[in-house]
């Protein structure tokens, strides 16, 4: 079982930047667990943003979002960032954090098994 809190949203204007925290806790390490972010904005599906191996070596990243958002991640720390700068309106979401635990490609959410309770982020323009 592994238990994620994001952190980190809020009301910000177009043009503005944010930083995600992700922090995990549970038995097994957080430094074996391939993660990822994706989003969801209202009366629209849970959306990829960005995905991660456990060593943070490889990231992937939506295209709607590559060049503007950065994932890294502190192992030592049990906690995941994502930094998002030149923030749009159409950025706007609940972001969520979750635990890649299948084979299933990593931008399906199916791929993923725990889940956090998600941060507000607004964008004003």
């Known amino acids: 079982q592994v238990q994620l809190v994001e952190s980190g949203g809020g009301l910000v204007q177009a043009g503005d930047s944010l930083r995600l925290s992700c922090a995990g806790s549970?038995?097994?390490?957080?430094?074996?667990?391939?993660m990822g972010w994706f989003r969801q904005a209202p009366g629209k599906e849970r959306e990829f943003v960005a995905h991660?191996?456990?060593?943070?070596?490889?990231?992937d990243y939506a295209d709607s979002v590559k060049g503007r958002f950065t994932v890294s991640r502190d192992n030592a720390k049990s906690t995941m960032y994502l930094q998002m700068n030149i923030l749009k309106p159409e950025d706007t979401a609940v972001y969520y954090c979750?635990?890649?635990?299948?084979?299933?490609?990593?931008?399906?959410?199916?791929?993923?098994?725990?889940w956090g309770q998600g941060t507000q982020v607004t964008v004003s323009s």
């Open positions: 549970g038995r097994t390490p957080f430094s074996q667990y391939a």
């Open positions: 979750a635990v890649r635990r299948s084979s299933i490609s990593y931008d399906d959410s199916r791929a993923y098994h725990y």
């Open positions: 991660t191996d456990p060593s943070g070596d490889t990231i």
